[in-house]
């Protein structure tokens, strides 16, 4: 029964893997599909990323105005910056116990152990399994980006949404949940079947939404997370323990609500290279609309006796990118008091991203961390248009900083590439400035070296 419903997945998961797309990151990390609930882990020196996928619902294939999610992808990263579509690995329509008419995949989570790839993932089953309502599945891979194969049942036990599952240094793992409240039980070494019966996590704020729960051990302290609707809309918490099942005291925000007014918010904790990092979602790509959301990530910090500094979100996010790469400027690090704007290039494909646009002589924007390793760079490219023609300067670390390039953009209302030679050639890691130097509007989308 198996190889009859998974065969398809395989093949699709093979076609779809040679044509992977590659997208180039800041905030939203991803811009060629919405995604939302971002569980992040470390593989191989890499970090995968797990998200649901939100599409828009239509008439008979979700319910109208609401989340609807009937698929997963994976992405993957060596840097933070460039990130890889591996495509597709799960589906509604490939599980023989989901309701294939629910559009409900929600929140997931993957995790490696005895050579094998677990893949958790929530949804609303079909009529007689694990009881009504929602429960968890697995899919188990050779690979963190698949091809998975889908246990024929669901986690007997659970009933629920957003699970995570964490492996303790002794070896012992455990699952976490949410249905009201949170949840967490033992797993069998199997990593399929329940070691323990469910308990709720208590000592956490009693009123509001809780769900989403991510969990991580750092210096011997246990941090249950999760977001919390305390006022109107979900801010990210935690809480801490000595023992990954509690009780946990809550302890703190890790990332206050949305300044977008987006109703959800979910994430994950990583460390990679050093640095820790929080990813979290919003609704840059869908702003009138918040079930279409876009996964991004930022820097995290520890003070001293553990407890977690509040992460204010940004556009620019976290990777080095490259000079020879289109710098997306409008991922700004800082920007002007006045004279400077960030719009979507086309409101009605917001997917092509966003423009900068400068009207005010002296007018900046900074762009974080680009590297000029790149050997024998000579000219830069401004991707721009001026319907009366403008002159841009490019400069390092500051608004009075090494000039190294003035683009003169010539007039028209079109998009067109205006190459400037270098004045100087830079080295090693720097903070990028664009600087209108006339009062006439122009509009930029990116600039890359060459």
């Known amino acids: 029964m198996k190889k009859n419903i998974l065969g398809p997945l395989h093949f699709l998961f093979i076609v779809v893997a040679l044509f992977a797309n590659n997208a180039k990151a800041q905030n939203p990390l991803i811009t060629t599909q919405y995604t939302a609930d971002p569980t992040a882990k470390v593989f191989d020196g890499k970090v995968y990323l797990y998200p649901s996928h939100d599409i828009l619902a239509t008439p008979g294939h979700g319910r109208l105005a609401w989340f609807c999610m009937e698929d997963y992808h994976v992405f993957s990263s060596p840097n933070l ?99 009201g409240n949170i949840y967490a039980a033992k797993l069998k070494d199997n990593m399929t079947e329940l070691a323990s019966d469910p308990k709720i996590l208590g000592d956490l704020p009693a009123k509001g939404l809780k769900e989403g729960p991510f969990v991580f051990e750092r210096n011997g302290i246990y941090y249950l997370t999760y977001p919390h609707v305390d006022k109107v809309t979900e801010r990210l918490e935690y809480a801490i323990s000595n023992n990954p099942m509690g009780p946990f005291k809550f302890t703190g925000v890790i990332m206050d609500e949305s300044a977008s007014g987006c109703w959800t918010n979910h994430h994950s904790l990583i460390e990679f290279k050093n640095q820790w990092y929080l990813f979290y979602h919003d609704r840059d790509l869908s702003p009138k609309f918040d079930k279409a959301r876009s996964v991004r990530s930022d820097s995290l910090f520890f003070n001293a006796d553990g407890t977690i500094q509040k992460v204010i979100p940004t556009v620019r996010g976290v990777g080095l990118t490259r000079a020879n790469k289109q710098i997306q400027i409008d991922r700004y690090s800082a920007i002007s008091k006045e004279g400077t704007t960030v719009d979507f290039i086309d409101t009605a494909h917001r997917m092509k991203g966003w423009k900068t646009t400068f009207n005010q002589k002296g007018a900046w924007i900074r762009y974080n961390a680009v590297d000029f390793s790149v050997k024998k760079l000579k000219d830069v490219d401004v991707m721009a248009a001026a319907a009366q023609g403008a002159n841009v300067e490019v400069r390092l670390d500051k608004p009075t900083g090494m000039l190294l390039a003035t683009a003169k953009v010539g007039k028209g209302a079109n998009w067109h590439t205006t190459k400037a030679a270098l004045l100087k050639t830079p080295v090693g890691k720097h903070d990028l400035f664009i600087i209108s130097k006339d009062a006439a509007p122009v509009d930029i989308d990116w600039v890359k070296f060459n």
């Open 81 to 179: 910056t460039d990130w890889t579509d591996h495509g597709m690995i799960v589906s509604q329509t490939k599980v023989p116990w989901v309701d294939s008419t629910s559009y409900s995949m929600w929140a997931p989570d993957c995790v490696f152990r005895n050579g094998k790839y677990y893949f958790y993932f929530p949804s609303t089953a079909a009529s007689g399994v694990n009881g009504k309502g929602f429960t968890v599945g697995v899919a188990i891979a050779d690979k963190p980006y698949g091809p998975f194969k889908v246990e024929p049942q669901p986690i007997k036990g659970i009933h629920g949404i957003d699970p995570c599952v964490f492996i303790d240094k002794d070896g012992q793992a455990y699952i976490y949940y949410a249905q």
